[in-house]
């Protein structure tokens, strides 16, 4: 980094500068083209207009742009519709573009409590009429009872156990 060489910020500004010019003289140069093609465009679609002096000449003037007039509005419409055609078809795949990549934020969803006899309700409708007890369903496990959990059941009060320990300790005592 430290070999490469940096300009300096006159060179810069002269740089942009003459960047800024190319680009205007460009530009004019297009602009130019640009009037020449309507031109062009214009000397061909409509010659120069001779007007007649008798009147049936004019009245036939007259039709004959009434009719150049209707060829020109449908050439219109038709490009017009393409156009809104076009314009639709991108709408819609910029629709599914974000739709792909999934740049739309999802709604928080609230919390429901509902039984499983609710849930299955509200998702088959009417057809679900059977009651499910899911706890009638669980496994019956049967407790083996130890006789260490016995016993130490049966000693029954603690404070009698702590009187007794009290005789053992009296007994060390003397």
């Keep these: 980094m430290a070999d490469e060489k940096r300009l300096s910020a006159r060179r ?3 740089l942009k500068s003459c960047m800024l ?3 205007n003289t460009l530009l004019e140069a297009e602009a130019e083209k640009k009037a020449e093609e309507r031109q062009t465009f214009l000397a061909d679609k409509l010659p120069p207009l001779e007007l007649p002096y008798s009147r049936d000449e004019l009245l036939e003037l007259c039709t004959k742009l009434h009719e150049q007039i209707d060829v020109s509005e449908e050439e219109r419409y038709c490009i017009e519709f393409k156009l809104n055609m076009v314009l639709n078809e991108v709408r819609d795949l910029n629709i599914k573009i974000v739709d ?3 740049k739309f934020k999802r709604p928080r969803l609230k919390k429901v409590r509902m039984s499983a006899d609710a849930m299955l309700k509200a998702l088959l409708g009417s057809k679900h009429t059977v009651n499910m007890d899911l706890r009638a369903n669980l496994k019956q496990v049967k407790k083996e009872v ?3 959990d ?3 059941r049966d000693v029954g009060d603690w404070r009698k156990n702590i009187e007794d320990k009290s005789d053992r300790k009296k007994m060390f005592d003397s």
């Design 100 to 102: 792909l990549r999934g």
């Design 146 to 148: 130890k006789e260490e």
């Design 150 to 152: 016995k016993q130490l």
């Design 12 to 14: 810069k500004h002269t």
């Design 21 to 23: 010019v190319v680009a």
